[in-house]
């Protein structure tokens, strides 16, 4: 491409939607975002529960494999990841939460001096639009639509029922004052509509004429003068294409994609790249290193009685309900899945919540059916637990120096004793749960892990074969302010010049979060950064 750019964005998930839009508020920037994936157009990703029908399609995901977990019985565990505009935001589940207060005075605390909370908040209410309005934590007026769930259920209603039960609160506001407690589920749903990253930020930005978005474009290698970066090269229909810039790169491809690019191009560990046959270009051991992702555990129910959400499954009310939300948004295919939350502590021993469980109104393996065409799933509901802060960290590193060829990778999900106590401990929270007198007159048989899984010992048998990613890894390009962290405080790699990251992989640690929401709120405060704006100040009234 002849055409020269002040900034090459490659990759439009969260991150690059946000930069793309912001930068290009300024009309002398000339920004091109290149993405791997198609265009954002069909509906079954704009549809919240449609979901299901997008998230492992192999047309809008990489459909990356774990190379065999060592301590989650040898298993290679699907994860998925948007190929897209929009990225993940156009294929996640839409859970909508920032994460706890602690977690950002921890970065803070931990080596990124102005990332604790009162200096993060103000960007996230810069990017939401909640329907509750501006509030001291909240924003009214940004781009992404945040609304809370109101899919009527008996599951959740139970399941707030039950909180004082077993010793919880109702959370007001889980991304407000206080994360702890039960509360309806927040969604990046605004009008029946999913709030991905490209039905907002990109949005914004498409009209003007300043940024140029180019679609099924896998990029292969930065391409650098010395440690200067000074443009991308990527595959498109079978050709290689150039383009170059005068000013910056900025990876945005997430926490696998981001540190692949930057190995094929030389930057990483040294003694891989040579392995591979790639001459290396800056000594970077930690590229890859330190990968995070938040894992979960399934329980399921049977139900006493019949539910709403085994009835819409049915082939005419799936088409009654499309009908219903093409022209008025609303009805069942306009809800997202999982209408109720809570965030809890694991044990006594825990300052604040460290797992987060998901109540979800029908069970995970629930399917669209007819009678005397294709039955139906059982009639249940079922829950999916999270560890919020995983302690066992993995790797990711290059199969080969094909840029076609995925990487490899590893969680080491379950790597600490630690981690395999939270989960095992999530078992009996949920169990408890659903024991409670609010449950008494819809719950029926355990169906997963089963009553017959009982002992510490099976329970963390059942933990081991079972524990699945709840799709937020993070952490291989680690920010910080020690020389051995990838990038530094201004999202530069280090060792290079012209060359950023900016995405989850830069985040030191997993927060106690659904990842969207921070890695938007990061991309916020590195557009900021690059248009030479200052910082919005912090709140620490808050």
Request: hydrophobic share 40%.
């Given at each position: 491409m002849a055409k020269r750019?002040?900034?090459?964005?490659?990759?439009?998930?969260?991150?690059?939607?946000?930069?793309?839009?912001?930068?290009?508020?300024?009309?002398?920037?000339?920004?091109?975002?290149?993405e791997a994936g198609p265009r954002?157009?069909?509906?079954?990703?704009?549809?919240?529960?449609?979901?299901?029908?997008?998230?492992?399609?192999?047309?809008?995901?990489?459909?990356?494999?774990?190379?065999?977990?060592?301590?989650?019985?040898?298993?290679?565990?699907?994860?998925?990841?948007?190929?897209?505009?929009?990225?993940?935001?156009?294929i996640n589940m839409m859970s909508y939460v920032r994460g706890h207060r602690a977690d950002f005075d921890r970065w803070r605390d931990n080596g990124l001096p102005g990332w604790g909370y009162a200096d993060v908040l103000p960007y996230f209410k810069r990017s939401e639009n909640w329907e509750g309005g501006s509030s001291t934590y909240r924003g009214g007026e940004g781009p992404l639509g945040v609304s809370l769930s109101k899919a009527p259920d008996d599951a959740y209603d139970a399941f707030l029922e039950a909180a004082p039960e077993v010793g919880y609160r109702l959370a007001e506001d889980y991304n407000g004052a206080e994360q702890e407690g039960f509360a309806r589920t927040q969604h990046l749903v605004r009008q029946g509509r999913r709030s991905s990253g490209a039905a907002t930020y990109l949005k914004?930005?498409?009209?003007?004429?300043?940024v140029d978005i180019i679609t099924g474009a896998h990029a292969t290698l930065v391409l650098l003068e010395g440690t200067r970066a000074v443009g991308i090269e990527y595959l498109a229909e079978g050709q290689r294409h150039q383009v170059r810039t005068e000013g910056e790169v900025i990876?945005?491809?997430?926490?696998?994609?981001?540190?692949?690019?930057?190995m094929l191009s030389g930057i990483g560990p040294a003694y891989h790249l040579k392995a591979q046959g790639i001459a290396v270009r800056a000594d970077l051991s930690e590229v890859g290193r330190n990968l995070q992702d938040h894992g979960a555990l399934r329980?399921?129910?049977r139900r006493k009685?019949?539910?709403?959400?085994?009835?819409?499954?049915?082939?005419?009310?799936?088409?009654?309900?499309?009908?219903?939300?093409?022209?008025?948004?609303?009805?069942?295919?306009s809800e997202a899945p999982g209408g109720a939350t809570a965030f809890i502590r694991s044990d006594r021993d825990q300052t604040i919540p460290d797992l987060e469980v998901f109540c979800a109104n029908f069970p995970f393996t629930a399917h669209e059916w007819f009678p005397g065409i294709q039955p139906p799933e059982y009639d249940g509901f079922a829950f999916k637990t999270c560890h919020l802060r995983p302690t066992s960290r993995g790797w990711l590193e290059l199969a080969s120096n094909d840029p076609t060829e995925a990487p490899r990778f590893a969680i080491n999900f379950l790597g600490t004793e630690a981690d395999v106590k939270a989960h095992r401990e999530s078992v009996s929270r949920v169990r408890e749960i659903v024991a409670s007198k609010a449950f008494r007159d819809i719950v029926g048989a355990e169906v997963e892990p089963g009553p017959s899984v009982r002992s510490a010992s099976e329970i963390d048998a059942y933990?081991?074969?079972?524990?699945?990613?709840?799709?937020?890894?993070?952490?291989?390009?680690?920010?910080?302010?020690?020389?051995?962290?990838?990038?530094?405080?201004?999202?530069?790699?280090?060792?290079?010049?012209?060359?950023?990251?900016?995405?989850?992989?830069?985040?030191?640690?997993?927060?106690?979060?659904?990842?969207?929401?921070p890695v938007v709120m990061i991309a916020e405060r590195a557009a900021d950064l690059l248009r030479g704006r200052p910082m919005l100040p912090p709140m620490p009234e808050a």
């Open positions: 750019y002040d900034t090459i964005i490659v990759g439009a998930g969260a991150a690059g939607c946000v930069l793309a839009s912001r930068l290009t508020e300024d009309p002398s920037r000339e920004v091109l975002l290149i954002d157009k069909s509906w079954l990703i704009h549809l919240p529960m449609a979901v299901a029908k997008v998230w492992s399609n192999p047309r809008f995901n990489w459909s990356y494999e774990s190379e065999a977990e060592p301590y989650a019985a040898g298993r290679r565990l699907f994860h998925p990841r948007g190929k897209v505009l929009g990225g993940s935001t156009s914004l930005a498409k009209g003007r004429p300043n990876l945005a491809g997430g926490a696998y994609n981001s540190p692949q690019l930057l329980l399921a129910y009685r019949p539910s709403r959400s085994r009835q819409e499954l049915r082939y005419d009310r799936l088409a009654w309900s499309a009908a219903q939300v093409f022209t008025s948004r609303t009805g069942f295919l933990v081991r074969q079972s524990v699945e990613t709840i799709f937020h890894p993070c952490g291989t390009c680690r920010m910080g302010s020690d020389p051995a962290s990838v990038v530094d405080l201004e999202f530069c790699i280090r060792g290079t010049s012209n060359l950023r990251v900016v995405d989850a992989s830069v985040m030191p640690d997993l927060v106690g979060a659904t990842i969207n929401a």
